[in-house]
């Protein structure tokens, strides 16, 4: 997994008529978090879109491992895991169906494995409940645990920090940790800084 | 992370995921799959209503009443086609998957005809017997039915699709829907005709067949499209 | 060589530039031919024998129900490139062309109402034309409201295209079907048989007076090109210059 590397170069593009983003270039090796900072509006959750292919750009090129991502772009996505605002998580059914139905349109996953990634997250608790019974907080442990499951080198992540407590910031901060110390990367928007080891951060904010 | 990870799964058995769950979903508020159903019992009636009990009128347009009211109702139902995994963010997730999104939609509407097409098809004889239709011609009933009812659902996911975010969608998405749905309208209301006359309706159940097979192969992909639209 | 000719069509100025120098030539001729068209038709073709005068007005419904069926192709096709090639101009021209294109289907159903009324005594009847023309109206009505549905240009221009092309997909199965069905249904009182036949006398005038409204089309459709350039580009520095 290390190795791995996400690159953009001159990215352009429009939101109605704005000019969101101006030129804007990137790379993020294996084992890095990129952190994108900014004021609201200033464009992160549009360019973790626009990364993952989802918004169109104008001008500009994304890279993943050297190629061209519209190349192959369903290879892309089998290589990345975006979470977004909200976790799609259905309220009538359980964490645990929702993840494995999640982790189950990847690859072939075990209730055992789905239950384990769970527990990691803190949610095994609860893991069984159907989520309309859970709090914001709950369902943020229970989407985190899906990233896990993804077994993907590369984590898109919307203000992965949303509705937790500091001891889930933690929980954030451990998984990023031990994401990055096997060789994956990530790019994050976040309004606080999240706690991890210096060396592996880099910043780029958007409202500059 | 995993040793080797197992293989990733096949778009076949993703699409049988995304039934697998849109059914066990459905299932969890069964009270929502009656709504379409008593939309068209109540579409039925209001002919009835409106031309009069006389026993003869009715056996003659029931055939039309029967299909009108099921179009109706099927149009209902394709609102919330897609509409839930808007809002929570699931089609995005579906876009993300790194699997085909065709294969994605196509379960998703496949699933949609069961909960939605198969019970008006069941139904239907019912409401056929109100207006005058012998039962002997039940079979034939349920089986036009439920063939033009998966055309129906195929065709309309396209404009599901198109009309996600769009104002007053549900109005628009029938003046899409209603034009390409003609051809299925006429077809299989002339199926039902002649099945309840108790004459061979294969000619027309074999162009409501070809539409099916058209729509079933085409549709999700320009639904996808419309999805990825609605994303960007 | 033939593809910077290509791209340059994918400029904005460059059409609405191209678009403005054009549209005398297509409207001068069009007038010309249109008039030239009707003349003939009005004037110099013998009365049908059956028919009498009434008959003429085939004159004006042929080729605007053609025209119809054109413009809806054009549409698609025009859409289908913005879509596959993300080219703006493209859906400009797409979007020019619904409401003429609706207009047309519009003129075809009154014309086509007005020439069955001696012949059958009402004003409408379900023949195979004149409800595959309705159901046409019905597909740019769509159209033209999915459009209208959406406020971010880009996405209604998208959707819109999605749906063009699967319309063109449709159309010839809707035909096929409502003649199917106009068959099976067929009442005796309504044959149409007489109009396949016309003579070559009243031919000349009906292909001059086809290519007119053909002509009139890519008139008005270069003015409304101009009109939905403008209106999309309208922040763009071009513009002031181009109106200058």
New interface residues.
Partial sequence: ?SGCILSAQNLHLWRAERHVLRGLSLAVRGGELLQLTGANGAGKTTLLRAL?????LEEGQVFWNERDVREDR?????????L?H?????A??SGL?NLT??A??????TRAAVLEALTRTGAGEFAQRAVRTLSAGQRRRVALAGLILA?VPLWLLDEPTTNLDSRGQELVAALLDAHLA?GGLAIAAVHHRLAIEPARVRELNLSA | ??QS?????APLA?AR?VIT?DL??AF??PEQLLHPLAFFALVATLFALALGPERATLRLIAPGVLWVAALLAALLALEFLFRDDSQ???L??Y??????LTWLLLGKTAAHWVLTGVPLALMAPLMGYTLGVPAAASLGIMLTVALGSLALSFIGS?GAA??L?????GV?LS??I???A??IL??GS?ATELAIRGESYLAPME?LGS?VV?SFT?APL?AA??VR???? | MTWTWFHRLGSPPYVYALARRLTPWFGWSAALLMLAGLFGGLVLAPPDYQQGDGFRIIYVHAPTAWLSLMVYTWMGVAAAVG?IWRIKVAHAVAAACAPVGASFTAVALATGSLFGKPMWGTWWVWTPRLTSEL??L??Y??YM??RA??DDT??AD??SA??A???I??VP??HY??V??ND?HQASSLTLAGKDTIATSMLGPLLVSLLGFTLYFGAILLVRLRAEILRRERSAAWIREALA
């Fill in positions: 997994m993952c292919g989802l918004n169109h369903e290879g892309f996505h089998a290589s990345l895991v975006y977004g909200e976790p799609p998580l259905k009538d059914l169906e139905f999640w189950g349109l990847r690859r072939r996953v077994a096997a | 992370m995993a990870p197992p293989p990733l799964t993703a995921l769950r066990m979903l969890r508020r929570d963010g699931t995005e997730q876009a993300l998957s790194g699997q085909s396209i198109l009309t975010g769009a104002r007053r969608g628009l003046i899409l209603l034009p390409l003609a051809p006429i077809f002339r162009l539409i058209l085409l320009a499209a419309a639209i609605s994303l960007e | 879509l159901l046409l019905f597909l009505l769509g409201g999915l549905s959406f880009q996405r998208r959707a999605v749906l092309v699967v319309g997909v449709n199965i809707v079907s409502v199917w069905w099976l």
